[in-house]
Protein backbone atom coordinates (compact mmCIF):
# COMPACT_ATOMS: atom_id res chain seq x y z
CA UNK A 1 0.00 0.00 0.00
CA UNK A 2 1.12 3.60 -0.86
CA UNK A 3 1.64 6.24 1.74
CA UNK A 4 0.09 9.34 0.31
CA UNK A 5 0.81 11.26 3.11
CA UNK A 6 3.94 12.31 2.45
CA UNK A 7 2.55 14.10 -0.61
CA UNK A 8 0.32 16.11 1.60
CA UNK A 9 2.98 17.83 3.79
CA UNK A 10 3.61 21.25 2.29
CA UNK A 11 6.92 22.34 3.14
CA UNK A 12 6.76 26.17 3.17
CA UNK A 13 10.41 27.53 3.05
CA UNK A 14 12.02 30.24 1.25
CA UNK A 15 15.66 29.36 0.00
CA UNK A 16 18.73 31.55 0.23
CA UNK A 17 21.29 30.34 -2.18
CA UNK A 18 24.82 29.48 -1.95
CA UNK A 19 27.48 29.57 -4.54
CA UNK A 20 29.54 26.38 -5.53
CA UNK A 21 32.76 27.85 -5.89
CA UNK A 22 33.38 30.42 -3.07
CA UNK A 23 30.55 29.85 -0.76
CA UNK A 24 29.23 33.01 -0.72
CA UNK A 25 25.72 33.56 0.36
CA UNK A 26 22.97 35.59 -0.92
CA UNK A 27 18.81 36.08 -0.92
CA UNK A 28 17.60 36.63 -3.60
CA UNK A 29 20.48 34.86 -5.91
CA UNK A 30 21.78 36.81 -8.91
CA UNK A 31 22.92 35.51 -11.73
CA UNK A 32 26.48 36.06 -11.33
CA UNK A 33 28.42 35.71 -8.00
CA UNK A 34 29.88 39.50 -6.99
CA UNK A 35 33.14 37.52 -5.56
CA UNK A 36 34.52 35.01 -7.98
CA UNK A 37 31.71 35.89 -11.20
CA UNK A 38 31.00 32.18 -11.02
CA UNK A 39 27.19 31.76 -13.15
CA UNK A 40 24.22 30.58 -11.52
CA UNK A 41 22.27 28.24 -13.99
CA UNK A 42 18.90 27.51 -12.82
CA UNK A 43 18.91 24.25 -15.15
CA UNK A 44 22.18 22.99 -14.34
CA UNK A 45 22.98 22.45 -17.88
CA UNK A 46 25.70 24.89 -18.53
CA UNK A 47 26.97 25.90 -15.19
CA UNK A 48 26.70 23.58 -11.69
CA UNK A 49 23.65 25.59 -9.86
CA UNK A 50 23.95 26.97 -6.87
CA UNK A 51 22.65 25.08 -3.54
CA UNK A 52 19.67 26.18 -1.99
CA UNK A 53 19.30 26.52 1.47
CA UNK A 54 16.44 27.47 3.95
CA UNK A 55 16.47 31.23 5.15
CA UNK A 56 14.62 31.45 8.43
CA UNK A 57 15.44 31.50 12.26
CA UNK A 58 16.84 34.01 14.46
CA UNK A 59 17.27 37.73 13.49
CA UNK A 60 17.80 41.30 14.18
CA UNK A 61 14.88 43.83 12.99
CA UNK A 62 17.07 46.52 11.27
CA UNK A 63 13.92 48.84 10.36
CA UNK A 64 9.90 48.58 10.28
CA UNK A 65 6.82 50.77 8.57
CA UNK A 66 3.00 50.31 9.14
CA UNK A 67 1.10 50.41 6.10
CA UNK A 68 -2.45 51.29 6.67
CA UNK A 69 -3.19 51.90 2.95
CA UNK A 70 -3.54 48.12 2.03
CA UNK A 71 -4.58 46.58 -1.06
CA UNK A 72 -8.01 44.66 -1.66
CA UNK A 73 -8.37 41.19 0.11
CA UNK A 74 -6.20 42.30 3.59
CA UNK A 75 -9.35 42.20 6.00
CA UNK A 76 -6.97 44.37 8.80
CA UNK A 77 -6.89 48.09 8.79
CA UNK A 78 -3.19 48.16 8.68
CA UNK A 79 -0.12 45.77 8.48
CA UNK A 80 3.57 45.82 9.87
CA UNK A 81 6.47 45.26 7.80
CA UNK A 82 9.81 45.14 8.06
CA UNK A 83 13.50 44.44 7.33
CA UNK A 84 15.79 41.99 9.04
CA UNK A 85 19.02 40.81 9.06
CA UNK A 86 19.95 36.93 9.84
CA UNK A 87 23.64 35.97 11.25
CA UNK A 88 25.01 35.17 8.61
CA UNK A 89 24.50 38.90 6.89
CA UNK A 90 21.75 38.19 4.53
CA UNK A 91 18.36 40.21 4.91
CA UNK A 92 14.93 39.76 3.93
CA UNK A 93 11.74 42.05 3.81
CA UNK A 94 8.49 40.55 5.34
CA UNK A 95 5.42 41.15 7.73
CA UNK A 96 5.91 41.90 11.57
CA UNK A 97 4.12 40.31 14.21
CA UNK A 98 5.69 42.32 17.29
CA UNK A 99 3.50 44.50 20.05
CA UNK A 100 6.13 47.27 20.17
CA UNK A 101 8.78 46.75 17.71
CA UNK A 102 12.03 48.37 18.03
CA UNK A 103 15.18 48.22 15.87
CA UNK A 104 17.85 46.03 17.03
CA UNK A 105 15.23 43.47 18.74
CA UNK A 106 15.74 39.95 18.02
CA UNK A 107 13.03 38.19 16.34
CA UNK A 108 12.11 34.77 14.63
CA UNK A 109 11.67 34.48 11.30
CA UNK A 110 9.11 31.40 9.66
CA UNK A 111 7.41 31.41 6.34
CA UNK A 112 3.58 31.24 5.91
CA UNK A 113 1.51 31.02 2.75
CA UNK A 114 -0.38 34.31 2.06
CA UNK A 115 -4.05 34.34 0.74
CA UNK A 116 -4.91 37.66 1.27
CA UNK A 117 -3.42 39.02 -2.44
CA UNK A 118 -5.46 38.19 -5.31
CA UNK A 119 -4.19 35.06 -7.52
CA UNK A 120 -2.22 31.62 -5.99
CA UNK A 121 -1.04 31.55 -2.64
CA UNK A 122 2.51 32.99 -1.99
CA UNK A 123 5.22 32.29 0.45
CA UNK A 124 6.02 35.28 2.49
CA UNK A 125 7.97 35.68 5.61
CA UNK A 126 6.94 36.22 8.97
CA UNK A 127 8.80 37.77 12.01
CA UNK A 128 7.79 37.51 15.27
CA UNK A 129 9.73 38.12 19.20
CA UNK A 130 12.03 35.86 19.90
Given amino acids: MIDFSVYETKQLEIYA???PECRAEYYPAPMLCAKC???RDPSG????DWDPFPL???????TWTRVWALPEGYDRPCEMF????FPNGLRAAG???AASPVMGMALV???EESTERPGP???VFVFSEA
Avoid at 56 to 61: D, S
Avoid at 82 to 85: D, H, L, P, T
Wanted: charged residues 30%; contains cysteine.
Fill in 37 to 39: HCR
Fill in 17 to 19: YRC
Fill in 121 to 123: PAK
Fill in 109 to 111: ARV
Fill in 82 to 85: GIVE
Fill in 95 to 97: RLE
Fill in 45 to 48: IVHK
Fill in 56 to 62: EGACTLL
